[in-house]
C-alpha cells in the first residue's frame, strides 16, 4: 500500500534515497519507515521508572530529576535496539518514561512554557496565552501530504490550530489566527487519526500547523492509545522552551524545523517574536548535537537575502553541517502583506529568479545538501 501512494504521486520520494548522504544523515528515520527499528515512542513505553515512583507526590523539581535518570535507561535500551536487540523481548513495565512526561506536561501546561513566550497561564482551567489556546486541540484538516520534502512523502500531515508566531505572511494565516477553528480531538481520537494515516501509506506523522508546540499535552497522550510503527516528525517554528525540547528529544524521529530569519529586527517585524535568533539557534544546536535528524526549513523572502538569508545558510553550515536544508522558493504575499501593503513593501512580491538562485549558489558555496525535495 505505501509503494502505491509512493509511485503514485511523488517518483521523487524513491529515488531520494539512491542518495547515500541522504540515506546516511536520516538512516534512523529510513529504518523506522520501513519497520526496521521500532519508533522511539514504542521504546520509550518500554523504559521503566523504578518501582517506587509516585509521580503525583514528586514536585516539579523532583519529576525533572527523575526524568534525567530515567532518559539514561532509555539510552541503553535504544542503543541495544540499535545494535540488533528486539522491542518485543523487553517486559512492558508498570510506570513507563512515557507517563512520567506525561506527568511534567500536565504539570507545565497549568503555568504554560510551551514555547519560549512562557506567558505562565493555566490552561487547563481555560485561559489562553498569546497563542489563543486552552487545553482544549483542534485539528484543522489531516491526510495524506505529497507536497512535502522527497524523503517525507507521502507525510501524514496533522494540522493544529493556533500558533505562537503572527507571521504577517503566513500561508496558512486561516489555520495560525483561528485557534477554534477546524474540529475538537480527544488524544484517543488523535491517535487512532495517526494510525489511519500510517495504514494509508504515510511514511511519518507530521505534527504541523498553525503549530504543533502548543498542542505538546494532547500529542503527548495520544502516545498512550498508538501501537503502531511509524515515525514521529515534529515540523514547528521551533521557538520552543528547553522543557518541551527535553520532553520530545525522546520522542521525535525526525525533526522539520524553520529557521526563518537572520537576526531579531525582522523576526519581531514580520512575527512579532522577541529573541528569536537566540531560541531558534539553542534549539537547533541541542538537536543536532544529540545525533537527530533534521532537514532545515528556510523560506526566502524578497529583499533579505543580506539580512535573513546569508546568514541563516551561513550558520547552519558552521553549526549544524550534518543537516539536510531545503532552501524555498515558495514564497507570496499572503494574509497581512495583501491586507497591509504599504506597512510591508518589501515582501509585496513574490522572488526574483536571481534571488533564488543566489540563494541556491550560498548553500553550494557553503557545502550544505540542500534541497532534498528532489
Known amino acids: 500500500m505505501e509503494e502505491f501512494y509512493i509511485n503514485l504521486y511523488r517518483p521523487d520520494s524513491i529515488k531520494i534515497w539512491e542518495n547515500e548522504e541522504v540515506r546516511k544523515r536520516l538512516s534512523w528515520y529510513y529504518q523506522v519507515m520501513r519497520n526496521e527499528k521500532p519508533a522511539k515512542y514504542l521504546i520509550v513505553k518500554k523504559t521503566p521508572l523504578p ?18 535518570e530515567v532518559r539514561k535507561i532509555f539510552n541503553d535500551i535504544r542503543g541495544e535496539i540499535i545494535n540488533g536487540s528486539d522491542l518485543s523481548s523487553y517486559p512492558t ?16 501546561i497549568r503555568n504554560c512554557n510551551f514555547c519560549e513566550r512562557k506567558c505562565g497561564i493555566d490552561r487547563e482551567a481555560g485561559r489562553r496565552g498569546f497563542c489563543g489556546l486552552n487545553d482544549e486541540t483542534r485539528v484543522a484538516s489531516a491526510f495524506l501530504h505529497i507536497g512535502e520534502e522527497a524523503p517525507l512523502v507521502p507525510s501524514g500531515t496533522i494540522f493544529f490550530t493556533g500558533c505562537s508566531f503572527k507571521c504577517v505572511y503566513c500561508q496558512n494565516w486561516d489555520i495560525s489566527s483561528n485557534p477554534f477553528g477546524g474540529t475538537l480531538i480527544t488524544p484517543k481520537q488523535l491517535a487512532l487519526l495517526a494510525k489511519d494515516l500510517r ?9 504541523v500547523g498553525g503549530n504543533p508546540d502548543q498542542q505538546l499535552h494532547t500529542i503527548i497522550r495520544s502516545l498512550e492509545y498508538m501501537d503502531i510503527n511509524v515515525p ?6 521551533f521557538y520552543f522552551t528547553t522543557e518541551t525540547l527535553e520532553i520530545l528529544l525522546d520522542i521525535i524521529d525526525i525533526w522539520l524545523p524553520d529557521f526563518k530569519y537572520g537576526n531579531d529586527n525582522c523576526a519581531f517585524r514580520l512575527s512579532r517574536v522577541h529573541r528569536y535568533f537566540e531560541v531558534i539557534t539553542r534549539n537547533h544546536k541541542v538537536i543536532h548535537d544529540a545525533g537527530e535528524e533534521i532537514i532545515i526549513r528556510h523560506l526566502v523572502l524578497p529583499n533579505h537575502l543580506e539580512c535573513c538569508t546569508k546568514p541563516v545558510l551561513r550558520w547552519i553550515a558552521e553549526n549544524t553541517p550534518r543537516a539536510l536544508v531545503n532552501v524555498m522558493d515558495q514564497y507570496r504575499p499572503e494574509h497581512m502583506v495583501v491586507k497591509e501593503p504599504e506597512r510591508f513593501k518589501d515582501i509585496t512580491r513574490r522572488l526574483y529568479r536571481w534571488e533564488i538562485e543566489e540563494a541556491y549558489s550560498e548553500a553550494e558555496r557553503l557545502g550544505l545538501l540542500f534541497r532534498p525535495i528532489s
Open 199 to 207: 495504514r494509508r501509506g504515510a511514511r511519518n506523522i507530521n505534527y
Open 51 to 68: 518501582d517506587d515512583s509516585k509521580l503525583n507526590s514528586l514536585d516539579e523539581d523532583e519529576l525533572w530529576s527523575l526524568h534525567k
Open 232 to 237: 514521529l516528525l515534529w515540523n514547528s517554528n
Open 93 to 108: 513495565p508498570k510506570i513507563s518514561f512515557l507517563d512520567l512526561k506525561i506527568e511534567i506536561v500536565n504539570r507545565m
